[in-house]
T-cell receptor
Framework: QKEVEQNSGPLSVPEGAIASLNCTYS??????FFWYRQYSGKSPELIMS????GDKEDGRFTAQLNKASQYVSLLIRDSQPSDSATYLC???????????FGTGTSLTVIP | EPEVTQTPSHQVTQMGQEVILRCVPI?????FYWYRQILGQKVEFLVS????????KSEIFDDQFSVERPDGSNFTLKIRSTKLEDSAMYFC????????????FGPGTRLTVT
């Protein structure tokens, strides 16, 4: 069973701070990982993808992947109240075409 | 910007009835997916579809479910005989190719089975 574990939170950070979100995954065969943002009642919105060990930066977002530790993280710099949402970590298995999602971490950015 | 669309946004049906949920993936995308999300729970993979065939399906995707691409634009999910536990948000998603796997979700259909 391919799984992603996330700390469900809730995580609260003050506006302007760095929010750090983490997940671990069970399937060593998975090569691709994604972070989605989901506002309440809305669909998941892709914000970052990462395929290689190391860091990947896109604006205020940095994704980190460590395949040896089976660990993926997302840093949000200069957090804004509009970042308040649930963040979903997802993996993709190369054996077939299936994505699997974590339960999500709820983030609240306090003005 | 191209986006995945889904209809209807909300469907109410009685237990035992058949429902068809419709999706129009992004036009140059080749891989299509259905997911469900029960209220307060995680997004669950149902099925992936490529080249008019199912690529992979989960244990949830039993004989009650089927998918079809009836024409060049629509992608449908049929639930033959709905159960109360089928009540959920159903999301369609698509991605262009298998080099990046970056998939984009539609707004979802809320299915309520009474």
């Amino acid at each position: 069973q391919k799984e992603v574990e996330q700390n469900s939170g809730p995580l609260s950070v003050p506006e302007g701070a760095i929010a750090s979100l983490n997940c671990t995954y069970s399937d060593r065969g998975s090569q691709s990982f994604f972070w989605y943002r989901q506002y309440s009642g809305k669909s998941p919105e892709l914000i970052m993808s990462i395929y290689s060990n190391g860091d990947k930066e896109d604006g205020r977002f940095t994704a980190q992947l460590n395949k040896a530790s089976q660990y993926v993280s997302l840093l949000i710099r200069d957090s804004q109240p509009s970042d308040s949402a649930t963040y979903l970590c997802a993996g993709h298995s190369n054996t077939g075409n299936q994505f699997y999602f974590g339960t999500g971490t709820s983030l609240t950015v306090i003005p | 910007e191209p986006e995945v669309t889904q209809t209807p946004s909300h469907q109410v049906t009685q237990m035992g009835q058949e429902v068809i949920l419709r999706c129009v993936p992004i036009s140059n995308h080749l891989y299509f997916y259905w997911y469900r999300q029960i209220l307060g729970q995680k997004v669950e993979f149902l099925v992936s579809f490529y080249n008019n065939e199912i690529s992979e399906k989960s244990e949830i995707f039993d004989d009650q479910f089927s998918v079809e691409r009836p024409d060049g634009s629509n992608f449908t999910l049929k639930i033959r005989s709905t159960k109360l536990e089928d009540s959920a948000m159903y999301f369609c998603a698509s991605n262009r190719d298998r080099t990046t796997y970056e998939q984009y979700f539609g707004p979802g259909t809320r299915l309520t089975v009474t």
